[in-house]
């Protein structure tokens, strides 16, 4: 229920724009608690996390590693949870608030898009902290901040492996000027090279990637773990066209709310733009394994946020379009999620917190 109440909340204030800031920080605190108490029986995920916290592995990437080390010897692994869980989601809402006022709106969009599966995945969340944290850099100081960007997004590789693929973003970020001047080009040459490796194959891949994680990584079993669970397989040709169309519908109206987006907005356009075209060169990973969802989740953050900033600024039934937009791409993102996974109905209750 409380899942619901967030939602419901956060609905209401978007729709009035009334206590943006405030009822964000309570969502995201919300959320936090969901995240932090998680059903045993259900998640198995949090089973896993429990194991290797009681045991002291070094499963994990080091930095999360280290942090189950420190707090181990001194509170349960469920007290460790919910603490952790709650000041990664204040840092997100932190991050968020850095980058738009509509904070409300991005929490809506978030608890129903993205957070059922970052439920699961806590360190997914500590990952996109700071990759949100790193792209504030980039729009707050422009080119100057691609170094800034680069050191912070490359901390969170201590959380989560993940971050080490947006390593690329102030890369792409670089050539913003670029990106927007060719950006049809861009995404149309990824898609179809993704949709080539979908038809042929692309297997090949996997030592690459095994020898680029393996020397950058900040996990012990980083290359077994790419070789067999981001290398597992199972996505099939309906699965990947489906986030081909997500893909293509994201462009679609990124591009076509362009031209409510003020000369103070571009940075969060620009950044959207260069968010898409990771996303685009992630369907080839695609292709390799479901698990590479994760990135499609992480790119949602910079549509929404582009959402917020420009459609939310707007009056009447553009500002309405907008919210819609939002909430239906959510759904959307959720759908496939559940879907992807293949979630059973009781885990699903369980992340909403129903049973």
């Not at 009822?23 to 290797?52: E, H, I, K």
């Not at 006022?101 to 700071?130: E, T, W």
């Not at 070789?227 to 996505?235: A, E, K, N």
Request: charged share 10%; proline share 2%; with cysteine.
């Amino acid at each position: 229920m409380l899942w619901l109440g967030i939602v419901c909340i956060s609905f209401i204030s978007t729709c009035f724009q009334r206590l943006e800031r405030l009822t964000g920080l309570m969502s995201f605190l919300g959320l936090g608690y969901l995240a932090g108490t998680p059903n045993l029986v259900y998640d198995r995920d949090a089973f896993v996390y429990m194991q290797n916290y009681i045991y002291g592995t070094d499963y994990f990437e080091s930095g999360y590693n280290w942090l189950t080390k420190l707090f181990e010897p001194r509170m349960d692994y469920q007290t460790f949870r919910l603490y952790s869980s709650l000041i990664v989601f204040l840092l997100m809402f932190l991050a968020i608030s850095l980058m738009t006022k509509h904070v409300s709106a991005v929490a809506l969009f978030y608890a129903i898009g993205i957070f059922p599966v970052d439920k699961l995945q806590v360190r997914n969340c500590m990952g996109a902290v700071f990759i949100l944290f790193g792209a504030f850099m980039l729009i707050q100081f422009r080119k100057k901040g691609v170094l800034p960007s680069l050191l912070v997004i490359f901390a969170g590789s201590f959380f989560h492996s993940l971050a080490l693929y947006f390593l690329l973003l102030p890369v792409v970020w670089f050539f913003k000027d670029f990106v927007e001047k060719h950006f049809s080009i861009i995404i149309s040459s990824l898609v179809v090279t993704a949709f080539v490796f979908e038809i042929l194959g692309s297997t090949n891949l996997t030592p690459v990637l095994v020898q680029l994680l393996g020397r950058f990584g900040n996990r012990a079993n980083v290359a077994e773990n790419v070789s067999t669970v981001y290398s597992g397989g199972g996505l099939t040709f309906v699965q990947w066209f489906v986030f081909c169309a997500i893909t293509i519908f994201a462009v679609m109206a990124v591009q076509l709310f362009k031209r409510f987006c003020h000369e103070d907005m571009k940075p969060y356009y620009q950044i959207a733009l260069c968010a898409l075209v990771l996303w685009a060169a992630a369907l080839t990973l695609m292709t390799l394994s479901i698990d590479y969802i994760r990135v499609l989740r992480i790119v949602a953050f910079f549509y929404f946020i582009y959402i917020a900033n420009v459609m939310l600024n707007q009056k009447g039934n553009i500002r309405f379009s907008g919210i819609v937009v939002g909430v239906v791409s959510a759904i959307v993102l959720m759908l496939v999620g559940f879907w992807s996974y293949g979630f059973t109905a009781d885990q699903i209750r369980s992340i909403f917190g129903f049973i």
